[in-house]
């Protein structure tokens, strides 16, 4: 089924580890999106890729870096992974509205 | 800045019950207006939208009217069932650089038999 697939669903880091979350969209969309998920917080956009070859900070980028490899694929990562970074990571994209979303990938920094 | 405010919730209600959850925004220009729904472990999926003032969006029994003069998207819905339960989430789009979107806190809802 077309969409947008995130891995892994689930995932248990050390404080000061890193790892990569992967999202790829099937959609032939141009902009993608990531998002942190807290509770009472709503969405907060992490960064976004306008289009292939481009990406901005939005609103809490630091302790993130991303890499938009192709026009699917857009990736996050944690270069020194903090227990504040505790929460759930959401990957969307769209070709004008409304956004498409990933299942997420629940992550966990102890 | 654009913002998004709603119920936080939960709310509890009982099956057919009639349902309301207020949400209000503040943004420059003319945004778009969604309300988005998640449903346990998975990612949010657009339930309705509305694009100009005076709008009704409607999906599954759900609506709700875009009003300018109040800045206000309230999600309505005569009749729930259980399977309505989940989080919904209002938010507006507004076309800067990018298409920036802005999300309520979210509302949980659990509907009982």
């Known amino acids: 089924n077309a969409g947008v697939t995130q891995t892994p669903k689930f995932q248990v880091l050390k404080t000061g580890q890193s790892m990569t979350l992967q999202c790829a969209q099937d959609?032939?969309?141009?902009?993608m999106y990531w998002y942190r998920q807290d509770p009472g917080m709503g969405l907060r956009l992490i960064y976004y890729s306008a289009s292939e070859g481009t990406t901005d900070k939005g609103e809490v980028p630091n302790g993130y870096n991303v890499s938009r490899l192709n026009k699917r694929e857009f990736s996050l990562r944690l270069e020194s992974a903090a227990p504040s970074q505790t929460s759930v990571y959401f990957c969307?994209?769209?070709?004008?509205?409304?956004?498409?979303f990933g299942n997420g990938t629940r992550l966990t920094v102890t | 800045g654009d913002s998004v405010t709603q119920m936080e919730g939960p709310v509890t209600l009982s099956e057919e019950a009639f349902l309301t959850i207020n949400c209000t925004y503040t943004a420059t220009g003319y945004p778009s207006l969604f309300w988005y729904v998640q449903y346990p472990g998975e990612g949010l999926q657009l339930l309705l939208k509305?694009?100009?003032?005076?709008d009704k969006g409607s999906n599954k029994g759900f609506e709700a009217t875009y009003r300018k003069e109040t800045t206000s998207f309230h999600l309505e819905k005569g009749s729930v069932q259980v399977s309505d339960s989940a989080v919904y989430f209002c938010?507006?789009?507004?076309?800067?650089?990018?298409?920036?979107?802005?999300f309520g806190p979210g509302t949980s809802l659990s509907v009982i038999p």
């Open positions: 969307a994209s769209h070709s004008g509205r409304p956004l498409h």
């Open positions: 959609m032939n969309h141009n902009s």
């Open positions: 509305a694009t100009k003032a005076d």
């Open positions: 938010a507006l789009s507004v076309k800067t650089s990018y298409d920036k979107v802005i």
